[in-house]
């Protein structure tokens, strides 16, 4: 396991040199990559410009968040899907292997079959398209009950409904996004998780939640740095990951609204050390990787 750093989730901004100088000054050996501006820069200026400041493997690519709408109407997803040649095109140039994908925690209009069906369909297909590029897929959801009030039935909103989700979808290359303030929020608990093949765990995002929150009026500004109140079990999701031998990103996943006046080096310290206690040193210190 290693290091990783979000920084849009934590409201840190900047310029991409200047981020992946704030991750490696704070000893992050990955970072989180915003993707969409990286393609825009690729369409005018060509991908060598766009991808010039993350050549050399001078700092791994933790992930990047896939921003699709998975019960959009057909349309619509359509058209989203077209720009999926061009996001491959410069995660392959990057050496991202992980897209985030966060599915849908309502219906909308639709039945809760339909949606299902829907839902692996739309997968399945996504993860095709960007597998020519060895991106794999990591599927998050969404616990807190504001994101489906007033949106119909409720879809994947528990971690039980998110792993039933995957194993429909059964392919090598759609696996889970272990997020464990939504693990919590929604109501799990870490041995949901026994008999899961740690081989499909693609990214891990921790975080931890004011004590005696009521979940059910919870939001995520309510994401804490991991072991600020030891309210969320990430300690015991980091042992069942090593005894599944997960070598991939953990990564401080608190909100912004948590550092009002803060630094955004000031940030990156406290994420930083927040993960060092989370870790053991010989996992969180590894050297970054190189390419050839």
């Known amino acids: 396991m290693y290091k990783n750093l979000n920084a849009v989730s934590l409201g840190i901004s900047g310029r991409l040199n200047e981020l ?61 899907l077209k720009r999926l040649p061009a996001i491959a095109d410069v995660a392959r140039a990057v050496g991202a292997k992980t897209a985030i994908l966060t599915v849908s925690p309502y219906c909308g209009w639709r ?28 599927l998050n959801f969404l616990a807190p009950t504001h994101h489906r009030e007033d949106h119909g039935p409720q879809f994947i909103a528990t971690p039980d409904s998110l792993l039933t989700l995957i194993k429909m979808i059964d392919q090598p290359q759609v696996g889970l996004c272990v997020d464990t303030w939504h693990w919590y929020v929604g109501g ?12 499909k765990v693609f990214a891990v995002r921790v975080a931890d939640l004011p004590q005696e929150s009521d979940l059910g009026c919870v939001t995520e500004q309510d994401r804490l740095l991991p072991g600020e109140t030891d309210t969320v079990p990430n300690n015991q999701w980091i042992e069942w990951l090593r005894g599944q031998d997960y070598e991939g990103a953990v990564t401080a996943y608190a909100n912004a609204a948590q550092f009002s006046g803060t630094t955004r080096a000031q940030i990156a310290e406290q994420a930083s050390e927040s993960l060092d206690r989370l870790l053991d040193a010989s996992d969180a210190h590894q050297p970054a990787a190189t390419t050839n």
């Open 111 to 138: 039945q809760y079959h339909e949606t299902f069906q829907l839902h692996c369909e739309r997968i399945a297909r996504i993860a095709t398209a960007l597998a020519e590029s060895s991106v794999r897929i990591a």
């Open 20 to 80: 992946i100088e704030l991750a490696l000054t704070y000893r992050f050996r990955g970072f989180d990559l915003e993707l969409e501006p990286l393609v825009q820069q690729a369409e005018s200026r060509g991908v060598e410009h766009a991808t010039r400041f993350l050549s050399g493997g001078i700092i791994e690519i933790g992930g990047f968040d896939l921003d699709l709408d998975l019960i959009a109407k057909d349309e619509a997803f359509e058209a989203e």
């Open 188 to 199: 799990g608990l870490v041995s949901q998780i026994e008999g899961f093949p740690g081989e």
